[in-house]
Every structure is written in structure tokens, then in C-alpha cells.
């Protein structure tokens, strides 16, 4: 029987992360990412695996991407300032298709801005923060169950598209506790491995699914990655047509599997003329509105995306077809909003609910832009 | 005069070396006329070849700039990276893979400018990577800037004035971070290098082979050192036996690059440590 159990959102994280299969983990401390870490040092070597505290952000990504190249599913986890120094790597992991994992729980910024408040204003960073054209996908969960549910499939996604995957959590859930289950069995995918590895076989050989089979290092392939543009062989090329094709492959490989990748939550949706867009957090706030308009007679639905990346227009568009009006709120100065339009178009109204200060959004001003008169 | 008799018999002729160890359909390399770096990288191999490692169990990584070309040449797991965070890639390879034999092949910027903390920390940590420092004194892929360990007083192309800075001395800084084997080398002494670094395989934890390369190029031009044979030259005249340096006064070693293994001592190896304490713990309570 699953057992039910009292649990914080950085923990239930790396309960996740383990029950996927991470067996690495190299971090730095910062505030309200730490827990992740420090329960990582207690739990993996439990587990048979291993833990590393690193010297700087940078050194930790790039040592989960070298154990994840030697064939270990690794994490690692920061906040704001972190993730902006960790952009440079995060964009090596792409280009050289290392399956990992990147946990953001995101904290008030600029800068070292309002440690440790909540906030939601990585959105855009973690799409756009490492330099050049590049996939990226982002998970954001809304409870302390989908922070264990939804590292699992981080870790899926990574491994199956051989990408790094970003869990955009935030300081919202990342400190939250409520009492979660935890599932007995959950469904692990590990990357596509090659049967036979030998030094002659093209490292990045082409595929039907644009997902190249990966060879851990140790196991007599022998070949080369780099961050440079490279051929099949994975050696570099200055070929212009090589690296458009490359650099092609990479985003369609993601793009093209937009249907398994991106997941939404509908709530009340079905009637509705009023729809608040939320994630991760601010989803709780927006929950309580949405239930306080229904019971006002207010036909109100909730949309919230759990991926973040790609962002899930075909969903979005659909399920507000028949809306009014969409209240969007955000812990930020206003960054998936503009989504939301580009998405929409102009003849819906818009409303945006954001927060900059380092409160949290409260129902009621949610409920306030629901019931606004426009 | 350096002492050549034991290092000469262990080198393979040019040929074999390259159809053993090098990826000839990579070849020729991109490094300027003249430059050191494909001497370091023959010893490498050669390196290779003595300590009698498994390539198919050796991985060599490297950042970037003139030294990181070297680690695709190679034939063996290659992993060319970002600018000065070779150290903290192979970390995580060495970790994951204990048993993995995991070679740097670094620059004098790319391991103690942009990468002087992973330097230093894995030094500290004391794990079993061979760190060889490709130190040609410039950042020579960019066009010639002063690097750390370019002289005080001498040229770049960004220093245009005079390098006010003080210079690093790799090995010593890598000693001071705790590293448990660091040798200097030189590439005109390229036997010996070959050795060294073979030595520093061997070794058990961090080890660090910091060697003089040569860039005829950038350095040499920015610092009218002459040409290449000219440069050879110099390292000829004024390299020193770390035991010959032992008996020579201050003054006398003012301006010699002094060679050899500078410290070879046993300490636990990080993780190998790691591994320990996984047993102790593996499979406690929740």
C-alpha cells in the first residue's frame, strides 16, 4: 500500500528524483533550493549513489553533465542566482544532448534581490538564458505530490529526448509541506543506449526520431562530444549545412514531440467565460479564487499549464475559445503573459495579477480581476 | 645538462604513435607552426603507452582555447567542454566512474584564469585526475592577450603598455591547494615529459603536470623572443633538473624553468573515499 507521509517540496523532489533513478547529484548551497541538496547528501549514498558538494554553481552543473556522459542520471538544483551563472553549461547539455536534470526553485530577483521571498521571474530565463537557438523544456509543479510525481518525469523527458529538462519549482512549493503519497511504483524511462558500442559507429548516427542512441564513456565507443557544432561523428565542423541540420534535429526533436512533452490542467473549463492562466505556485492562490467565483455564480475556470516549455499554445488556444476574458497571474512583472497573448490574440481581455514585492498573490486579489467589470 | 638515460628507451617512433593513439582522419592538428602543444601531446600518448591504460577506459577532457583541440586527437572517450570548467566535468566522470582513468588537457588561462577555483578545489579534494597544463604564457586562440601566467612586464595584445600583473606559478599554486603530485615539464625535454606525465597517471589522486609549451606565434612575436628554434632554445639553455635546482642559490635560478616532480606524496583519494562511505551507509534507514 502506498504510504502517505508529511513532506516538503525540496524533499519530495529528490524522493522523486531517486525513485526516476538519479544516482548523482552535485549542487551548491543557496536559499530555498538547499533542502534539495542536503537531502541528496543523506539519501544517495543510501541508495548506492553519490553526492557532491562543488565549489561554485558552474563547477555543479558541469559535474552532473560528466556523470551523466559516464552514464549516471544526475541532478542539480539552485536558485536564481545559481541558475543564471549555471546558463552557460545548461546550453552545453543541450547542444551535446546529455540527459539532466535542473531544479530552479525560484527565489525574488534581480540579483541577489529579496532572499529568500517567492517569486516566478526565471519563466523567460529558463528558456532563453543560455545563449543561441536551443530546445529547452520546463516542468513546474503546484504541490508537494507533483514535486515527487513531476521529477520523475523530468528525468523521463531528459533521458528520453536526451536533453536537460529545468523543474521550475518555486519558494512557494519548494517550502511548502503538506502530506503526499508516495506512489509504490512509478514508470522509469532510461536513454536510448546502443547495443554494441565500438569506436566506428558515428556517436550522433542519425535516427527516425531525431534521438541519437548514447554510449556511456567506459564502454569501448570511444568518440568525442563538444560544445562546437559537430557532425554525426561528433566531431566539429565549420560545414554550414552540417550545422544547420544540426541545430535543426535539435529543435525537432522536442518540437515534434510537443503532444508527449506538454501537460495541462483544466479545471471548470467547460462552461467557462472567465479562465485564471496560473502555474506552480501561485496555481494555489488562483485555485482558492476560481472556487469562491463558482460559488458567486461567476462562470470561472482555472488553465494551468504544468509545462512550461514548449509553451502549450495548442491547449491554450482551445480551451479558450469560448472565454471572455483570462486573468493571468504570475509572480513576476509579467513574462507568460505575453504568451498568453500572442497565443489568444487581441479579442479576449486580458487581465494580469503579478507581484514583484516578494508577497505571495493573494486569492482575493485574483478574485478582484475575476469579478472586475471590464 | 638534463639526464636522458632512462627516458629515451620507452618511446615509440612518430608513426606508431599516431596510428596507435591518434585519430588520424582528425589530423593535422590546427596549432600554429612552431607551437609546443603537439609535443605535449605526443608525450601524452606516450604517456599512455608506458603507463599501459585502456583506452576504451580512459576519458580526456578539456575546456577551451589552443589546448582543448588536443583531447579529440586523442582516440579515447573525449570530452571537449566550456572555457575552464574541464576540472569540474571530469569531477563528475571521475565520481560516477571510479574506475575511469581521467586525463585534463588544459591551458595556462583555461586552468587558472576563468577555471582557477575547479583547479584549486579538485587539488583540495585530492581526486584522481591527471591534470596536463598546455602553459604557453597567452591566450593564444584569441589573438595574443596576457594570460596569468604571462610575465610581469612582458606584451599582449592587452597589454600593450607592459603586463603589470605578477604571474601565477601553476605548479605551486596547485601544490598550495593541496595537490599530492605536481611536476613542471618542458616541451624541448619531451622524453622527460613523456615520463612525468606517465608519472602522473600513475599517481594515485590529484596530480598535476604544468609544462612550458611554446607560442612562436603570439608570445614569442608580442615579446620579439625570436623564432620557434629560437624559443627551443631558450628552454634548451634555461630549464634546471628540480635536483640540480636544489643546490643552486636564488639568484641562480632567476629566470629558469625548473623541471621534474616537484611533490609525489600519498593521501587518500577522493573517490575512493566516497565509496567508503557508501558502504558504510547503503542500504540504512530511510
Not at chain 2, 600513475?202 to 624559443?231: E, Q, W
Amino acid at each position: 500500500m502506498a504510504k502517505t507521509v508529511l513532506m516538503q517540496g525540496n524533499e519530495a523532489c529528490v524522493e522523486g528524483a531517486i525513485a526516476a533513478g538519479m544516482r548523482f547529484y552535485a549542487g551548491y548551497p543557496i536559499t530555498p533550493s538547499t533542502e534539495i541538496a542536503e537531502v541528496s547528501a543523506v539519501r544517495l549514498p543510501k541508495v548506492g549513489g553519490k553526492f557532491i558538494q562543488m565549489e561554485d554553481e558552474i563547477a555543479s552543473i558541469a559535474c552532473a553533465i560528466g556523470a551523466s556522459v559516464a552514464g549516471v542520471k544526475s541532478m542539480t538544483a539552485t536558485s536564481g542566482p545559481g541558475f543564471s551563472l549555471k546558463q552557460e553549461n545548461l546550453g552545453y547539455a543541450c547542444l551535446a544532448e546529455v540527459p539532466l536534470v535542473v531544479v530552479d526553485v525560484q527565489r525574488s530577483g534581480p540579483s541577489t534581490g529579496l532572499p529568500t521571498s517567492p517569486s516566478q521571474g526565471d519563466v523567460m530565463m529558463a528558456k532563453w538564458g543560455t545563449h543561441g537557438d536551443h530546445p529547452i523544456i520546463a516542468i513546474a509543479p503546484s504541490s508537494v505530490k507533483e514535486c515527487y510525481t513531476l521529477a520523475v518525469r523530468c528525468f523521463n523527458l531528459a533521458e528520453k529526448y536526451r536533453t536537460p529538462v529545468i523543474f521550475l519549482m518555486d519558494e512557494i512549493i519548494g517550502h511548502l509541506r503538506e502530506g503526499i503519497e508516495i506512489p509504490e511504483n512509478v514508470e522509469v524511462i532510461n536513454r536510448p543506449t546502443v547495443e554494441n558500442p565500438h569506436p566506428k559507429r558515428p556517436a550522433y548516427a542519425p535516427t527516425d526520431n531525431l534521438i541519437p542512441a548514447m554510449a556511456p564513456f567506459g564502454e569501448g565507443q570511444r568518440y568525442n562530444i563538444t560544445g562546437l557544432l559537430h557532425d554525426e561523428s561528433g566531431f566539429p565542423t565549420n560545414d554550414t549545412k552540417i550545422a544547420g541540420d544540426l541545430v535543426t534535429r535539435l529543435m525537432k526533436k522536442i518540437e515534434n514531440n510537443y503532444d508527449d512533452i506538454v501537460e495541462v490542467e483544466e479545471t471548470h473549463m467547460e462552461d467557462a467565460e472567465v479562465a485564471v492562466f496560473c502555474f506552480g505556485g501561485t496555481a494555489r492562490a488562483a485555485s482558492s479564487a476560481v472556487e469562491t467565483a463558482r460559488k458567486k455564480g461567476i462562470k470561472c475556470g482555472m488553465f494551468r499549464p504544468i509545462t512550461i516549455w514548449p509553451f502549450a499554445d495548442k491547449e491554450l488556444k482551445e480551451a479558450m475559445k469560448n472565454v471572455k476574458k483570462i486573468v493571468v497571474a504570475e509572480h513576476n512583472w509579467g513574462q507568460l503573459v505575453n504568451e498568453v497573448r500572442r497565443v489568444v490574440g487581441n479579442d479576449k481581455i486580458i487581465e494580469f495579477v503579478g507581484k514583484i514585492d516578494g508577497t505571495v498573490i493573494t486569492p482575493d486579489e485574483i478574485l478582484a480581476k475575476i469579478e472586475k467589470e471590464d | 645538462m638534463v639526464d636522458m638515460t632512462n627516458v629515451s628507451k620507452n618511446t615509440m617512433n612518430t608513426a606508431d604513435i599516431i596510428y596507435k593513439y591518434m585519430r588520424p582522419e582528425h589530423l593535422p592538428h590546427i596549432w600554429c607552426p612552431g607551437c609546443g602543444n603537439g609535443i605535449i601531446l605526443r608525450a601524452i600518448a606516450q604517456a599512455m603507452e608506458n603507463a599501459k591504460i585502456d583506452r576504451n577506459k580512459t576519458v580526456l577532457v578539456s575546456g577551451i582555447g589552443c589546448s582543448s583541440r588536443a583531447a579529440g586527437y586523442i582516440d579515447c572517450n573525449s570530452l571537449h567542454t566550456t572555457h575552464g570548467r574541464a576540472i569540474a566535468f571530469a569531477t563528475g566522470i571521475k565520481m560516477a566512474h571510479p574506475e575511469l582513468e581521467v586525463i585534463v588537457i588544459t591551458g595556462d588561462g583555461d586552468s587558472s584564469a576563468i577555471g582557477g577555483n575547479h583547479l584549486i578545489h579538485a587539488a583540495r579534494r585530492n581526486i584522481g585526475l591527471t591534470v596536463v597544463v598546455m602553459n604557453n604564457n597567452i591566450y593564444g586562440m584569441t589573438g595574443g592577450q596576457y594570460s596569468p601566467t604571462t610575465p610581469h612586464l612582458e606584451y599582449g595584445t592587452t597589454a600593450p603598455y607592459g603586463n603589470i600583473d605578477q604571474p601565477f606559478d601553476i605548479a605551486e599554486l596547485a601544490m598550495g591547494a593541496g595537490a599530492t603530485f605536481a611536476a613542471r615539464g618542458a616541451v624541448y625535454h619531451s622524453a622527460l615529459l613523456a615520463k612525468t606525465i606517465e608519472k602522473g597517471i600513475r599517481h594515485k589522486g590529484f596530480s598535476i603536470i604544468d609544462v612550458a609549451s611554446l607560442c612562436p606565434t603570439y608570445y614569442g612575436r608580442k615579446n620579439k623572443k625570436g623564432s620557434a628554434v629560437d624559443m627551443m632554445r631558450y628552454q634548451k639553455d634555461n630549464t634546471v633538473m628540480v635536483e640540480k635546482a636544489k643546490t643552486m642559490t636564488e639568484e641562480e635560478l632567476n629566470g629558469k624553468i625548473v623541471i621534474g616532480v616537484l611533490r609525489d606524496k600519498e593521501a587518500p583519494e577522493y573517490s575512493e573515499e566516497y565509496a567508503k562511505l557508501v558502504e558504510k551507509v547503503k542500504g540504512g534507514n530511510k
